[in-house]
T-cell receptor, first 111, second 111 residues
Framework: QKEVEQDPGPLSVPEGAIVSLNCTYSNSAFQYFMWYRQYSRKGPELLMYTYSSGNKEDGRFTAQVDKSSKYISLFIRDSQPSDSATYLCAYGGTSYGKLTFGQGTILTVHP | DVKVTQSSRYLVKRTGEKVFLECVQDMDHENMFWYRQDPGLGLRLIYFSYDVKMKEKGDIPEGYSVSREKKERFSLILESASTNQTSMYLC??????????FGQGTRLTVV
């Protein structure tokens, strides 16, 4: 079993839709949960992070962690074509900064 | 802005060749990483380094080695390239437990 399982997608939605991206994880030791966004032909960039359980909101994006069910979610409201990218969930928390990533979900938002 | 620079965007090498992938970061980060990214498998950690001359194996180190002689530079070496090492290789650096800064990636094809 992979440490982080991510809904494989791909996902195609119309502009303005609400998008839900989800991951489950197996190792309870880590405290940081992250979403990275990767545009085509670019490296991933940190989009949001959450420490332990709870919600975090940043504009149209909400990250949610439920440690009891080991579930990580990212919600995108009013999705835009510029949100089209690969989204990667990850977790970590060691002093070396080692991260474990999910498989990634390709999201396409069409006008 | 943090910059992580990988020496090549695209490489084509022959089976059995020794291949060097170079990565340089300009933010004095302690930690550096090499990942490979394959469709459906996400990012998988090959090796990481938390200090000069220090290295640790990641999840898939077989067939690879690394070198970190200077803090800003982390090299990935394929001792004898094989076709199953055809992949996107991503270098990253970090100073915090949750944020890694990635280079633009090197797409390596082994023929």
């Amino acid at each position: 079993q992979k440490e982080v399982e991510q809904d494989p997608g791909p996902l195609s939605v119309p502009e303005g839709a609400i998008v839900s991206l989800n991951c489950t994880y197996s190792n309870s030791a880590f405290q940081y949960f992250m979403w990275y966004r990767q545009y085509s032909r670019k490296g991933p960039e940190l989009l949001m992070y959450t420490y332990s359980s709870g919600n975090k909101e940043d504009g149209r994006f909400t990250a949610q962690v439920d440690k009891s069910s080991k579930y990580i979610s990212l919600f995108i409201r009013d999705s835009q074509p510029s949100d089209s990218a690969t989204y990667l969930c990850a977790y970590g928390g060691t002093s070396y900064g080692k991260l474990t990533f999910g498989q990634g979900t390709i999201l396409t938002v069409h006008p | 802005d943090v910059k992580v620079t990988q020496s090549s965007r695209y490489l084509v090498k022959r089976t059995g060749e020794k291949v060097f992938l170079e990565c340089v970061q300009d933010m004095d980060h302690e930690n550096m990483f090499w990942y490979r990214q394959d469709p459906g498998l996400g990012l998988r950690l090959i090796y990481f380094s938390y200090d000069v001359k220090m290295k640790e194996k990641g999840d898939i180190p077989e067939g690879y080695s690394v070198s970190r002689e200077k803090k800003e530079r982390f090299s990935l070496i394929l001792e004898s390239a094989s076709t199953n090492q055809t992949s996107m290789y991503l270098c990253a650096s970090s100073y915090r437990q949750f944020e890694a800064f990635f280079g633009q990636g090197t797409r390596l094809t082994v023929v």
